[in-house]
C-alpha cells in the first residue's frame, strides 16, 4: 500500500511537471526573440514541447495505473518513461550543443548582419531593446553605435549609465534546457524504479491466489 501511495503521488507530481514543461517551453518559442533562441537551439524547444505534452498524458495513465494496480497501464507507463528519458537526454545534449563555441560564433554572425538595428522591423527593434533594457547594455559589438551612426536613431533603452557596455550573448536559456532535461531525468530513472516493483508486487500477489492444480 505504501508503494501504491508513493507511485500515485510521484505520478501526480509528473503530470504537474507536465503542464509546466509544456507552459514554459511554449512561452519560449512564441517568443524567440526576446529569448535570443538559435537555430541550434529551436530543435532542442519542440522536443521540449513534445516531452511536456507526453508526460502530462502518461503521469495521468501512471495514476490511473497505480490506484487501479494495473500491470498493463503500470508497464506503457514504464516504457514511455524510458522513451521520455531518452528524449530529455537529446534536449540536454542539443543545450550543450548550443553552448559551443560554434553556435557562439553563428549568433554573432547572425546578429552582424542585422546592423544598423534602426534598420530592421519594428518587432525586431523591439526585441531587441527589451534585452538592453533588462541586461542594462546597449548595442552588441559596437555599443549604442550599432543601432546606427546618427543619435536620433538610438533608443531609450540604450539610456543607462555605460552606453559603451555591451550587451553579451545570454546563456541562461541553454543552462535552463540542460538543468531541465538531466533533473526530469532523474525523476524518470525513480519513476521507472517504482513502477518495475510494482509490476513485481502485483504479479507476486496475484501468483498468491493460484491453486496448484
Known amino acids: 500500500y505504501m508503494l501504491l501511495c ?89 543545450g550543450v550543443v548550443a553552448r559551443s563555441p560554434a553556435a557562439r560564433e553563428q549568433v554573432k554572425v547572425n546578429i552582424e548582419k542585422m546592423i544598423p538595428l534602426s534598420a530592421q522591423p519594428k518587432d525586431v527593434q523591439e526585441s531587441f531593446q527589451e534585452v538592453e533594457r533588462t541586461l542594462k547594455c546597449c548595442g552588441f559589438f559596437d555599443g549604442h553605435l550599432d543601432w546606427g551612426n546618427s543619435s536620433t536613431v538610438v533608443p531609450n533603452s540604450c539610456n543607462c549609465t555605460d552606453t559603451s557596455r555591451n550587451c553579451t550573448f545570454l546563456d541562461g536559456l ?36 493460484i491453486t496448484p492444480t
Do not use: W
Open 6 to 94: 508513493l507511485l500515485f503521488t510521484f505520478n501526480l507530481l509528473f503530470f504537474i511537471a507536465g503542464i509546466i514543461i509544456l507552459g514554459l517551453s511554449t512561452h519560449i518559442q512564441s517568443n524567440r526573440a526576446d529569448y535570443q533562441i538559435t537555430d541550434e537551439l529551436l530543435p532542442a524547444i519542440t522536443l521540449l514541447i513534445f516531452v511536456g505534452a507526453v508526460t502530462l498524458v502518461f503521469g495521468f495513465l501512471g495514476c490511473c495505473g497505480a490506484i487501479k494496480e494495473s500491470r498493463c497501464l503500470l508497464a506503457l507507463f514504464f516504457t514511455d518513461l524510458l522513451c521520455m528519458f531518452l528524449m530529455l537526454l537529446a534536449v540536454g545534449g542539443l
Open 174 to 209: 541553454s543552462d535552463v534546457l540542460i538543468g531541465t532535461a538531466f533533473s526530469f531525468s532523474i525523476f524518470m530513472i525513480l519513476g521507472m524504479g517504482f513502477s518495475s516493483i510494482l509490476i513485481c508486487q502485483i504479479s507476486i500477489d496475484k501468483s498468491d491466489f
